[in-house]
């Protein structure tokens, strides 16, 4: 259940700035797009700046963070699915019927650690990401095209008449792409609060964003403010493996 008075209460809400520094070329498809010679143009916004969207950031982010918390020992849902994303009690397997897991008010479930902060069908997200935008003047990044050619995978070949154009931004330019991450309160105040730690762990995780990371775009560095975490959260994540 959300709470509009919690969301309006912006003590509760802790706002950080990332950015991503783009060290070789980033191509971030918008499909369907006009206005470009490109089979794939570059997202933009409305005035025009690239962007990387908040959906890949935080879907990347989710994506990295399960993979720590595995390997931390402590059981996950399967995700991207809806009807896996959290666990009826009656259905729950001996790894999941751990207090951990239990959220206020939602009696008839297990939660993994990832859905306590990314959410699942039941469960509202603690986290919003805004939409990482290069404030860099639309008219100083000319439009760049690169091409490429489909491959055959199961022949090894290219296909015949498949060529493409996609935009990409410019090469090494080492541009900047800055925006906002808000995290909310924690739903368990008994517990130590773990977010901020895992989502940090997970950013450092994720070395290049958008589409032909093969091929060498996307490749990035993270510019992350500085967090203090506590013993205790460390000690709290530490407990997976003694389920």
């Not at 935008?133 to 055959?152: A, F, H, M």
């Not at 925006?179 to 130590?192: F, Y």
């Not at 964003?209 to 992350?224: P, R, Y």
Request: aromatic share 8%; proline share 5%; hydrophobic share 35%.
């Amino acid at each position: 259940m959300i709470s509009l008075n919690q969301l309006l209460n912006t003590n509760l809400v802790s706002t950080y700035i990332i950015t991503a520094v783009i060290d070789t070329a980033l191509c971030v498809g918008a499909g369907g797009s006009s206005g470009s010679l490109a089979d794939k143009p570059i997202v933009r916004n409305s005035e025009g700046n690239l962007l990387i969207p908040a959906s890949q950031v935080k879907g990347r982010t989710r994506h990295e963070c399960e993979k720590l918390a595995r390997v931390l020992g402590w059981a996950i849902s399967e995700s991207p699915s809806a009807g896996k994303m959290f666990v009826r009690r009656e259905d729950a397997g001996d790894d999941f019927r751990r207090d951990e897991y239990k959220i206020p008010e939602y009696d008839d479930t297990y939660h993994c650690l990832i859905s306590q902060v990314f959410g699942d069908p039941i469960l509202p997200s603690r986290v919003i990401f805004d939409d990482l935008i290069c404030k860099e003047d639309p008219d100083n990044l000319p439009e760049v095209l690169r091409p490429g050619v489909t491959i055959n995978r199961r022949r090894q070949v290219a296909e015949e008449k498949k060529l493409y154009f996609q935009e990409t931004s410019p090469v090494n330019a080492q541009l900047r792409f800055q925006g906002e991450i808000h995290i909310q309160s924690r739903l368990t105040p008994g517990r130590p609060d773990y977010a901020k730690a895992l989502i940090w762990a997970g950013l450092k995780q994720i070395y290049a964003l958008g589409g032909s990371k093969s091929a060498g775009l996307g490749w990035l560095t993270w510019e992350l403010p500085t967090i203090q975490v506590d013993d205790e959260v460390w000690q709290f994540l530490a407990k997976g493996k003694f389920s």
